[in-house]
């Protein structure tokens, strides 16, 4: 399986601050994605970084991919309050692009 | 808004009963998704169509039907579910390029409880 597993699974923070969430993979994949999903919603694409690349940034959001380490990580500077939701990474695979494969998530919550 | 609309948003239904999920999607995608997420498990695919033909079913009992009459619509009926189906149901649509990049849209997601 390569299944995405986040870390941590819960992130208290205040606002300002910034937060970083870690997740890692199994196998090959040919591009990672970010989501955040707010409580009991579908989820909203943040950010893709593929395979050849090994970071990207998009406003507050900066993301890093290590393909030797098979992890990635998302960091959000300057935290608001309304950044409180759950966030996955979801790898897509080189066999079938199509078939994401989401983690359990990082649940983050910002406090004012 | 994500342009992916479900109805409805809400359903509770007894085990008995029948009932179906509907997605549409304005997004002028040719692929589409079903996915289940359960409590304290990771989000699950269960059916993906491409041009309106299905071309993944991850094991998903046949209590659960999908339907897919054109690219800007899908359904999921539902028949003689268990209790531990109940979970949030998302609709997702993709656009199929030539990369293989795939950025997923989500709908809202409908809360099933099934009694």
């Known amino acids: 399986s390569q299944q995405g597993e986040e870390d941590p699974q819960a992130l208290s923070i205040q606002e300002g601050e910034n937060a970083t969430m870690n997740c890692s993979y199994k196998?090959?994949?040919?591009?990672l994605q970010w989501y955040r999903q707010n409580s009991g919603r579908g989820l909203v694409h943040l950010i893709l970084i593929r395979s050849n690349e090994r970071e990207k940034h998009s406003g507050r959001l900066r993301v890093t991919l290590d393909t030797s380490k098979k992890s990635s990580s998302l960091l959000i500077t300057a935290s608001r309050a309304a950044d409180t939701a759950s966030y996955f990474c979801?790898?897509?695979?080189?066999?079938?692009?199509?078939?994401?494969?989401f983690g359990q998530g990082t649940r983050l919550t910002i406090n004012p | 808004e994500t342009g992916v609309t479900q109805t409805p948003r809400h359903l509770v239904m007894g085990m008995t009963n029948k009932k179906s999920l509907k997605c549409e999607q304005h997004l002028g995608h040719n692929a589409m998704y079903w996915y289940k997420q359960s409590a304290k498990k990771p989000l699950e695919l269960m059916f993906v169509y491409n041009f309106k033909e299905q071309t993944e079913n991850n094991s998903v009992p046949s209590r659960f039907s999908p339907e897919c009459p054109n690219s800007s619509h899908l359904f999921l009926h539902l028949h003689t579910l268990q209790p531990e189906d109940s979970a949030l149901y998302l609709c997702a649509s993709s656009s199929l390029g030539g990369g293989d990049d795939n950025e997923q849209f989500f709908g809202p997601g409908t809360r099933l409880t099934v009694l």
């Open positions: 979801a790898t897509g695979g080189i066999q079938g692009a199509q078939k994401l494969v």
């Open positions: 196998t090959s994949i040919n591009n």
